[in-house]
């Protein structure tokens, strides 16, 4: 039960982090289209959008690299786990909307996002994987002694 709550709680994460790089997309769509152009946000759809691709990555990474570490996973394919994960959800989308001509144009565009996306989750998990391995400091190797 432990691992489970493990990997949800891995995948919340996840989600949330690409949620906020998607934010950070759909604010830039925003500024470049303009303030009422849509009736949705751009910048909240998107972060939603992300937090449910990251999720879906992260259910796929699950399945597929459960045993390996970061150092052990080529970056392609990660990238292609990712994009695997952006067509998944835009095909869960459109089989939720029932509007099937709009995966010519979700599937590509979650694609790339997923994969882009994915790329820059194993550069921050490697980045702080090393960050870890590096051994304590001369700061925190030996604690201060209280004086009296």
Partial sequence: MKKWLKRVRAAIAIGLTWAVAWFGAGMVLLFVVGFGAADVPFPLFFGFLGFLAGATFAGLLGIFAR???FDQMSLP?????????????SGILILATGSFDDFLVLGPVFAVSGALSAAGTLALARRAEGRELRGPTIETAEPRQLRK
């Fill in 67 to 69: 045993r390996r570490r």
């Fill in 77 to 89: 394919r990660f990238a292609t786990w990712g994009a695997l994960g952006g067509v998944l959800l």
